[in-house]
Protein backbone atom coordinates (compact mmCIF):
# COMPACT_ATOMS: atom_id res chain seq x y z
CA UNK A 1 0.00 0.00 0.00
CA UNK A 2 1.19 3.50 -0.86
CA UNK A 3 1.94 6.25 1.85
CA UNK A 4 0.01 8.83 0.45
CA UNK A 5 0.81 11.29 2.97
CA UNK A 6 4.52 11.01 2.12
CA UNK A 7 3.61 10.80 -1.40
CA UNK A 8 1.82 14.20 -1.24
CA UNK A 9 4.38 15.63 0.93
CA UNK A 10 7.17 15.14 -0.89
CA UNK A 11 5.13 15.50 -4.65
CA UNK A 12 2.01 17.03 -4.28
CA UNK A 13 1.07 20.26 -5.98
CA UNK A 14 -1.09 22.22 -3.69
CA UNK A 15 -4.06 22.68 -5.20
CA UNK A 16 -3.43 20.78 -8.96
CA UNK A 17 -1.77 17.07 -8.10
CA UNK A 18 -3.18 14.96 -5.10
CA UNK A 19 -1.65 11.65 -4.41
CA UNK A 20 -4.82 9.28 -3.25
CA UNK A 21 -6.18 5.63 -3.11
CA UNK A 22 -8.41 4.67 -6.37
CA UNK A 23 -10.31 1.59 -7.12
CA UNK A 24 -8.71 -1.63 -6.52
CA UNK A 25 -6.79 -0.28 -3.82
CA UNK A 26 -4.66 1.39 -7.02
CA UNK A 27 -2.80 4.53 -6.08
CA UNK A 28 -3.87 7.15 -8.16
CA UNK A 29 -2.73 10.77 -8.54
CA UNK A 30 -5.29 13.54 -9.77
CA UNK A 31 -4.37 16.82 -11.40
CA UNK A 32 -6.49 18.90 -12.04
CA UNK A 33 -5.44 22.82 -13.08
CA UNK A 34 -7.40 25.59 -14.85
CA UNK A 35 -6.41 23.98 -18.43
CA UNK A 36 -7.42 20.78 -17.67
CA UNK A 37 -7.68 17.64 -15.55
CA UNK A 38 -6.36 13.90 -15.51
CA UNK A 39 -6.12 10.30 -13.30
CA UNK A 40 -3.16 8.67 -13.59
CA UNK A 41 -2.64 5.37 -11.83
CA UNK A 42 0.51 4.41 -10.57
CA UNK A 43 0.33 0.93 -11.71
CA UNK A 44 1.47 1.28 -15.53
CA UNK A 45 1.78 4.94 -14.61
CA UNK A 46 -1.16 4.60 -16.86
CA UNK A 47 -3.55 8.05 -17.47
CA UNK A 48 -6.88 6.60 -16.83
CA UNK A 49 -8.76 10.08 -17.81
CA UNK A 50 -8.04 12.96 -19.35
CA UNK A 51 -10.39 16.31 -20.02
CA UNK A 52 -9.01 19.91 -21.04
CA UNK A 53 -11.35 22.37 -18.83
CA UNK A 54 -14.57 22.49 -19.99
CA UNK A 55 -15.15 19.48 -22.71
CA UNK A 56 -15.83 16.20 -22.14
CA UNK A 57 -13.47 13.37 -21.84
CA UNK A 58 -11.02 13.00 -24.76
CA UNK A 59 -9.13 9.87 -22.99
CA UNK A 60 -12.40 6.74 -22.63
CA UNK A 61 -12.36 4.36 -19.54
CA UNK A 62 -14.30 1.46 -19.74
CA UNK A 63 -17.68 1.80 -17.09
CA UNK A 64 -16.73 -1.95 -16.62
CA UNK A 65 -12.82 -1.88 -16.74
CA UNK A 66 -11.34 -3.94 -13.67
CA UNK A 67 -9.13 -2.06 -11.42
CA UNK A 68 -6.54 -4.73 -9.41
CA UNK A 69 -2.93 -4.79 -8.75
CA UNK A 70 -1.31 -6.56 -11.65
CA UNK A 71 -4.33 -6.32 -14.00
CA UNK A 72 -4.31 -4.44 -17.49
CA UNK A 73 -6.98 -1.61 -16.98
CA UNK A 74 -9.80 -1.49 -19.72
CA UNK A 75 -8.99 2.42 -21.48
CA UNK A 76 -7.00 5.53 -20.65
CA UNK A 77 -3.25 5.56 -22.22
CA UNK A 78 -1.50 1.57 -21.10
CA UNK A 79 1.55 1.47 -22.08
CA UNK A 80 2.82 -1.32 -24.09
CA UNK A 81 6.56 -2.52 -23.73
CA UNK A 82 9.05 -3.60 -24.26
CA UNK A 83 7.30 -5.56 -27.04
CA UNK A 84 3.82 -4.59 -28.80
CA UNK A 85 0.92 -7.69 -29.12
CA UNK A 86 2.00 -11.29 -28.68
CA UNK A 87 5.53 -11.73 -27.92
CA UNK A 88 7.85 -12.34 -30.85
CA UNK A 89 8.74 -16.18 -29.50
CA UNK A 90 6.63 -17.13 -26.49
CA UNK A 91 2.99 -16.92 -26.73
CA UNK A 92 3.04 -17.75 -22.98
CA UNK A 93 4.29 -14.03 -21.68
CA UNK A 94 1.52 -11.13 -21.51
CA UNK A 95 0.89 -9.70 -24.84
CA UNK A 96 1.65 -5.31 -24.61
CA UNK A 97 4.56 -6.40 -22.68
CA UNK A 98 4.61 -5.98 -18.73
CA UNK A 99 5.03 -2.49 -18.70
CA UNK A 100 1.40 -1.48 -17.73
CA UNK A 101 0.51 -4.12 -15.39
CA UNK A 102 3.66 -3.33 -12.47
CA UNK A 103 3.94 -0.59 -10.37
CA UNK A 104 5.72 2.32 -11.59
CA UNK A 105 7.48 5.18 -8.57
CA UNK A 106 6.91 8.93 -9.09
CA UNK A 107 10.52 10.67 -9.33
CA UNK A 108 9.30 14.32 -9.95
CA UNK A 109 6.24 16.46 -10.47
CA UNK A 110 6.48 20.22 -11.45
CA UNK A 111 4.03 23.34 -12.40
CA UNK A 112 4.63 24.38 -16.07
CA UNK A 113 4.94 28.17 -16.98
CA UNK A 114 2.19 27.83 -19.02
CA UNK A 115 -0.08 26.59 -16.10
CA UNK A 116 0.17 22.53 -16.83
CA UNK A 117 1.20 20.25 -14.56
CA UNK A 118 4.21 17.57 -14.88
CA UNK A 119 4.87 14.36 -13.58
CA UNK A 120 7.36 11.98 -14.31
CA UNK A 121 7.31 7.86 -13.21
CA UNK A 122 10.27 5.72 -13.73
CA UNK A 123 9.12 1.56 -13.88
CA UNK A 124 9.96 0.00 -10.60
CA UNK A 125 12.78 -2.95 -12.01
CA UNK A 126 12.20 -6.64 -9.94
CA UNK A 127 12.80 -10.07 -10.21
CA UNK A 128 9.46 -10.65 -12.14
CA UNK A 129 10.15 -7.76 -14.59
CA UNK A 130 14.02 -9.10 -15.09
CA UNK A 131 12.22 -12.59 -15.38
CA UNK A 132 10.21 -11.31 -18.54
CA UNK A 133 13.14 -8.84 -19.48
CA UNK A 134 16.59 -9.59 -18.84
CA UNK A 135 18.03 -6.50 -20.02
CA UNK A 136 19.72 -3.46 -18.72
CA UNK A 137 16.45 -1.26 -19.85
CA UNK A 138 15.10 1.77 -17.84
CA UNK A 139 11.69 3.32 -18.64
CA UNK A 140 10.35 6.48 -17.63
CA UNK A 141 7.15 8.30 -19.13
CA UNK A 142 6.57 12.04 -18.72
CA UNK A 143 3.13 13.01 -18.36
CA UNK A 144 2.33 17.07 -19.07
CA UNK A 145 -1.77 17.70 -18.14
CA UNK A 146 -3.09 21.00 -18.98
CA UNK A 147 -5.36 21.68 -22.27
CA UNK A 148 -3.06 19.08 -24.06
CA UNK A 149 -2.06 15.78 -22.93
CA UNK A 150 1.53 15.20 -23.72
CA UNK A 151 2.96 12.06 -22.87
CA UNK A 152 6.51 10.96 -23.16
CA UNK A 153 7.88 7.08 -23.14
CA UNK A 154 11.86 7.57 -22.48
CA UNK A 155 13.56 4.35 -22.73
CA UNK A 156 17.27 3.70 -21.77
CA UNK A 157 19.72 1.32 -22.76
CA UNK A 158 22.16 0.60 -20.14
CA UNK A 159 23.40 -2.45 -21.05
CA UNK A 160 26.72 -2.79 -22.75
CA UNK A 161 25.00 -4.89 -25.82
CA UNK A 162 22.12 -3.09 -28.10
CA UNK A 163 18.34 -3.77 -27.05
CA UNK A 164 15.35 -4.10 -29.43
CA UNK A 165 12.26 -2.47 -28.55
CA UNK A 166 8.71 -2.84 -29.47
CA UNK A 167 6.39 -0.28 -27.56
CA UNK A 168 3.00 2.04 -28.20
CA UNK A 169 1.11 4.63 -26.03
CA UNK A 170 -2.10 2.22 -26.55
CA UNK A 171 -4.38 5.48 -26.51
CA UNK A 172 -8.24 4.95 -25.94
CA UNK A 173 -10.16 8.04 -27.42
CA UNK A 174 -13.60 8.82 -26.54
CA UNK A 175 -16.13 9.66 -29.84
CA UNK A 176 -19.75 10.26 -30.10
CA UNK A 177 -20.80 7.21 -32.04
CA UNK A 178 -17.74 5.51 -33.95
CA UNK A 179 -20.12 4.46 -36.83
CA UNK A 180 -19.50 8.91 -37.88
CA UNK A 181 -15.87 8.62 -37.10
CA UNK A 182 -13.30 9.48 -39.56
CA UNK A 183 -9.49 9.57 -39.20
CA UNK A 184 -7.20 11.53 -41.44
CA UNK A 185 -3.08 11.22 -42.23
CA UNK A 186 -2.98 7.68 -42.82
CA UNK A 187 -3.88 7.66 -46.38
CA UNK A 188 -1.49 5.97 -48.59
CA UNK A 189 0.19 4.34 -45.74
CA UNK A 190 0.53 0.19 -45.85
CA UNK A 191 -0.88 -1.56 -43.08
CA UNK A 192 -0.85 -5.30 -41.45
CA UNK A 193 -4.40 -6.02 -41.47
CA UNK A 194 -4.68 -7.92 -38.35
CA UNK A 195 -9.06 -9.27 -39.24
CA UNK A 196 -7.00 -11.23 -42.52
CA UNK A 197 -4.25 -12.91 -41.25
CA UNK A 198 -1.72 -9.91 -41.07
CA UNK A 199 -1.91 -9.37 -44.84
CA UNK A 200 -0.36 -5.87 -45.90
CA UNK A 201 -2.27 -3.75 -47.07
CA UNK A 202 -2.61 0.06 -48.69
CA UNK A 203 -4.78 2.86 -47.18
CA UNK A 204 -7.24 4.65 -49.52
CA UNK A 205 -8.32 7.39 -48.62
CA UNK A 206 -9.96 8.19 -44.80
CA UNK A 207 -10.17 5.19 -42.32
CA UNK A 208 -13.63 4.45 -41.27
CA UNK A 209 -14.74 2.02 -38.95
CA UNK A 210 -17.97 0.01 -39.24
CA UNK A 211 -16.87 -3.35 -38.31
CA UNK A 212 -13.97 -5.44 -35.89
CA UNK A 213 -10.70 -3.20 -37.05
CA UNK A 214 -7.20 -4.07 -35.96
CA UNK A 215 -4.76 -2.56 -38.43
CA UNK A 216 -0.86 -1.71 -38.13
CA UNK A 217 -0.23 1.16 -39.94
CA UNK A 218 3.65 1.07 -40.70
CA UNK A 219 6.31 4.21 -41.64
CA UNK A 220 3.22 6.38 -41.14
CA UNK A 221 4.64 9.70 -39.17
CA UNK A 222 2.62 12.32 -39.86
CA UNK A 223 -0.73 13.89 -37.19
CA UNK A 224 -3.74 11.55 -37.39
CA UNK A 225 -7.07 13.71 -37.28
CA UNK A 226 -10.63 11.89 -35.22
CA UNK A 227 -12.95 13.55 -36.64
CA UNK A 228 -16.13 13.24 -34.28
CA UNK A 229 -19.63 14.41 -35.70
CA UNK A 230 -21.07 12.87 -32.58
CA UNK A 231 -19.06 15.07 -30.01
CA UNK A 232 -18.73 17.74 -33.04
CA UNK A 233 -14.80 17.66 -32.38
CA UNK A 234 -11.73 16.93 -33.46
CA UNK A 235 -8.62 15.64 -31.71
CA UNK A 236 -5.43 16.31 -33.14
CA UNK A 237 -2.34 13.86 -32.21
CA UNK A 238 0.97 14.68 -32.84
CA UNK A 239 3.94 12.04 -32.42
CA UNK A 240 7.96 12.32 -32.55
CA UNK A 241 9.45 8.79 -32.08
CA UNK A 242 7.06 6.33 -33.62
CA UNK A 243 6.39 4.78 -36.75
CA UNK A 244 3.48 2.52 -36.50
CA UNK A 245 0.11 3.84 -35.99
CA UNK A 246 -2.30 1.21 -34.40
CA UNK A 247 -6.34 1.63 -35.05
CA UNK A 248 -8.19 -0.55 -33.22
CA UNK A 249 -11.89 -0.99 -32.47
CA UNK A 250 -13.03 -4.60 -31.05
CA UNK A 251 -17.00 -3.86 -32.49
CA UNK A 252 -19.65 -5.36 -31.02
CA UNK A 253 -18.45 -9.55 -30.38
CA UNK A 254 -15.19 -8.95 -29.56
CA UNK A 255 -16.26 -6.28 -27.12
CA UNK A 256 -18.42 -8.80 -25.36
CA UNK A 257 -16.12 -11.20 -25.38
CA UNK A 258 -13.49 -9.01 -23.55
CA UNK A 259 -16.36 -8.74 -20.83
CA UNK A 260 -14.81 -5.42 -19.84
CA UNK A 261 -16.00 -2.71 -22.16
CA UNK A 262 -19.41 -2.35 -21.11
CA UNK A 263 -22.94 -2.31 -22.38
CA UNK A 264 -22.00 -1.21 -26.12
CA UNK A 265 -18.90 0.88 -24.89
CA UNK A 266 -17.27 -0.28 -28.53
CA UNK A 267 -19.66 2.76 -29.73
CA UNK A 268 -18.04 5.35 -27.89
CA UNK A 269 -13.84 4.67 -28.79
CA UNK A 270 -11.42 4.63 -30.63
CA UNK A 271 -7.90 3.16 -29.97
CA UNK A 272 -5.11 5.60 -32.16
CA UNK A 273 -1.82 4.18 -30.68
CA UNK A 274 1.12 5.85 -31.47
CA UNK A 275 3.43 2.57 -31.54
CA UNK A 276 6.66 1.45 -32.50
CA UNK A 277 6.23 -2.60 -33.93
CA UNK A 278 6.53 -5.02 -36.44
CA UNK A 279 8.32 -3.28 -39.12
CA UNK A 280 9.12 -0.68 -37.15
CA UNK A 281 10.33 -1.86 -33.85
CA UNK A 282 13.28 0.22 -32.30
CA UNK A 283 17.16 -1.11 -32.23
CA UNK A 284 19.16 1.19 -29.12
CA UNK A 285 22.86 1.10 -29.38
CA UNK A 286 24.97 0.55 -25.87
CA UNK A 287 24.05 3.73 -23.76
CA UNK A 288 21.80 4.84 -25.81
CA UNK A 289 17.62 6.13 -25.58
CA UNK A 290 14.57 6.33 -27.32
CA UNK A 291 11.55 8.71 -26.96
CA UNK A 292 8.30 8.16 -28.27
CA UNK A 293 6.30 11.52 -27.85
CA UNK A 294 2.22 11.95 -28.01
CA UNK A 295 0.40 15.61 -27.87
CA UNK A 296 -3.70 15.53 -28.23
CA UNK A 297 -4.99 18.78 -28.39
CA UNK A 298 -8.85 19.21 -29.36
CA UNK A 299 -9.87 21.39 -32.19
CA UNK A 300 -13.03 22.81 -33.99
CA UNK A 301 -14.55 20.26 -36.06
CA UNK A 302 -14.25 22.32 -39.49
O1 LIG B 1 -3.76 -2.60 -30.27
C1 LIG B 1 -4.76 -3.48 -30.70
C2 LIG B 1 -4.64 -4.79 -29.92
O2 LIG B 1 -3.38 -5.40 -30.15
C3 LIG B 1 -5.81 -5.69 -30.27
O3 LIG B 1 -5.37 -6.80 -31.03
C4 LIG B 1 -6.40 -6.08 -28.92
O4 LIG B 1 -5.77 -7.24 -28.41
C5 LIG B 1 -6.08 -4.84 -28.11
O5 LIG B 1 -4.74 -4.52 -28.50
C6 LIG B 1 -6.30 -4.93 -26.63
O6 LIG B 1 -5.36 -5.77 -26.06
P1 LIG B 1 -5.47 -6.04 -24.47
O7 LIG B 1 -4.32 -6.93 -24.16
O8 LIG B 1 -5.39 -4.73 -23.78
O9 LIG B 1 -6.83 -6.67 -24.27
Request: glycine share 10%.
Amino acid sequence: MADFSALNARFGLSGQMTFREGSGGLAVVEVANNQGSATIALQGAQVMTWAPRGQSPVIWLSRAAKFAPGKSIRGGVPVCWPWFGPHATNASLPAHGFARTVPWEVIGTQTMTDGSARIDFRLIKSDATRALWPHSSQIECHVTVGAALEIELVTRNTDRIAVTIGAALHTYFEVGDIRQVTIQGLEGCSYLDKMDGGQRKQQTGLVTIGAETDRIYLNSSADCLIDDPGLTRRIRIRKRGSRSTVVWNPWIEKSVKMGDFGENGYLNMVCVESANAADDVVTIAPGGEHRLWVRYEIEPLI
